[in-house]
């Protein structure tokens, strides 16, 4: 604008790689600022992108699109164009750049979208259209180191969550690298999975495995907690307690406990059928961990590890043998007290395999 474009709206989009999402945009406009956006379901049907000339384009090989809003009739082939036209805007330019050598297609990931609109009456000058194209290479240049690490953390963030993927960006990435932590360790097992392994096809064994992560899983992340591993059915999770303090941690930990056994409740009141074959155990416990890599020097495990690990675990078992859904070590009801949403009763001294000496067991109660 200071070069004497009159730009009313600058736009960029391009593809993620997201468990949730398929594109991000960020939008400038002269009145609003700065937005970003996510989007789910590009490639559906009537879907925004679908619709969009950067669609139009990518689908016929062009790089360039180019419509006076006011006056041509190819505007209302795009709900896009017509919705600027009737905000004011005049003129309209689409720029595609591509990453690399490689084809650009309508599913690409490695390349950019950039649309360029103004609301002035004469619409963009033939100089103002030169030079929105030499300001794309080094525009291109820039966001693509921003995508790169978007797309990095999204990919670390889910595959091994936030606190993980925070650490290995941070550079904790060799043999040995760590620290120690205490925390509220939260660990669930899926009851009967065998069984229902041979059951149920592929698919439906791992339509059920979604349902309850959703509900174990999910009721860690709502409380704030770090899902570490999930191996096969079961879910480590915990909760540092260096920022919140021991009974915070404590007590968010058997707030996810009942927020698990909730969610399955409800689903299973819902007529969920997945929800109906599901039942699970959860062991809480209390500890010093050390969190950090292990493993080969070409293949790292990032994790936390230590005796702690080994009683939450064992704690999960006893809710089994004990008929209790939620089993919580001594440690937690130390620290955790009774909250108002919760209450705890002991189940007695109890010999844990592996433990030395026997342990207090607590049964969460709502």
């Known amino acids: 604008m200071a070069a004497g474009v009159p730009l009313a709206r600058m736009h960029v989009g391009f593809r993620i790689l997201h468990p949730l999402f398929d594109g991000m945009s960020i939008s400038w406009t002269d009145d609003a600022g700065v937005e970003v956006g996510y989007f789910e ?39 896009l164009l017509v919705q600027l036209r009737d905000g004011g805007h005049t003129d309209y330019l689409a720029l ?34 030169c ?10 240049l820039a966001l693509r180191v921003v995508i790169k690490d978007q797309i990095t953390r999204n990919a670390l963030n889910t595959f091994h969550g936030p606190l993980v993927g925070g650490r290995i960006l941070s550079g904790t990435i060799k043999r040995g690298d760590g620290e120690r932590l205490t925390a509220a360790l939260w660990y669930s097992d899926l009851r009967n999975s065998t069984a229902l392994a041979d059951q149920l096809s592929v698919e439906g064994f791992l339509d059920l495995l979604n349902v309850y992560f959703d509900c174990a899983a999910g009721a860690v992340i709502e409380q704030g907690g770090q899902v570490l591993d999930i191996v096969g059915d079961a879910i480590l999770a915990f909760f540092p307690s260096e920022e919140v303090g021991e009974e915070a941690a404590c007590a968010a930990a058997l707030r996810a406990a009942m927020g698990a056994q909730s ?19 959860i062991g809480v416990h ?22 702690a690990v080994n009683e939450v675990a064992r704690n999960q078992d006893m809710s089994k043998l004990l008929g209790q859904p ?4 001594d440690t937690v009801a130390d620290r955790a007290g009774t909250g108002q949403d919760y209450r705890l009763q002991s189940l007695g001294m109890h010999d844990l395999r592996g433990m030395p000496t026997a342990r207090r067991l607590w049964a969460l109660r709502t």
């Open 131 to 140: 030079a929105m194209r030499q300001v794309l290479a080094p525009l291109a």
């Open 96 to 129: 595609i750049v591509a990453f690399g050598s490689a084809p650009l297609h309508p599913e690409s990931h490695d390349g950019l979208g950039t649309t360029w609109a103004t609301k002035c009456p004469e619409g963009f000058t033939e100089d103002h259209v």
């Open 286 to 307: 209390f500890g010093d961990v050390v969190f950090g890599n292990a493993g080969t020097a070409e293949r790292l495990k990032f994790g936390v590890i230590g005796r």
């Open 41 to 79: 379901n590009l490639d559906a049907d009537n879907s925004v992108y679908r619709l969009s000339p950067f669609y139009f384009m990518l689908s016929n090989q062009r790089t360039e699109f180019r419509a006076r809003l006011d006056r041509d009739a190819c505007v209302e082939n795009f709900p």
């Open 263 to 281: 969610r399955l409740a409800a689903m299973k009141a819902d007529g969920c059928s997945r929800a109906a074959e599901i039942d699970f155990g």
């Open 326 to 329: 939620i089993v919580v070590s």
